[in-house]
Nanobody, 123 residues
Framework: VQLQASGGGLVQAGGSLSLSCAAS????????MGWFRQAPGKEREYVAA????????YYTDSVKGRFSISRDNAKNMVYLQMNSLRPEDTAVYYC?????????????????WGQGTLVTVSS
């Protein structure tokens, strides 16, 4: 499985950005897709996840009500719509793919990763 993330950029606080993740290869292996982020000097942290088949969504508390994860199975795409962005959302955002629905908030649950896309939110 190969993942290609895109859509990052510079935005002012309160603004919006949409990230995309294109999946290719052995998609049939996948049960969940997730978005994680890593700020400078910090560990990679969970943001949101979605089940590949049923579309159930999950979010970390800090982004609930502001971010929305979705997928388009026909296009093998996963999206992260980010609204009401804050400076603390600044990070490199990574999409990940997992063959399991268990513990999808953990980095270790994901076998495949995209290259990351930088999101910078200015105050």
């Amino acid at each position: 499985v190969q993942l290609q993330a895109s859509g990052g950029g510079l935005v002012q606080a309160g603004g919006s950005l949409s990230l995309s993740c294109a999946a290719s290869g052995s998609i049939f292996r996948l049960n969940a897709m997730g978005w994680f982020r890593q700020a400078p000097g910090k560990e990679r942290e969970y943001v949101a996840a979605i089940s590949w088949s049923g579309g159930s969504t999950y979010y970390t508390d800090s982004v609930k009500g502001r971010f929305s994860i979705s997928r388009d199975n026909a296009k093998n795409m996963v999206y992260l719509q980010m609204n009401s962005l804050r400076p603390e959302d600044t990070a490199v955002y990574y999409c990940g793919a997992s063959s399991t629905l268990a513990n999808i908030g953990l980095v270790s649950s994901y076998e495949y990763w995209g290259q990351g896309t930088l999101v910078t939110v200015s105050s």
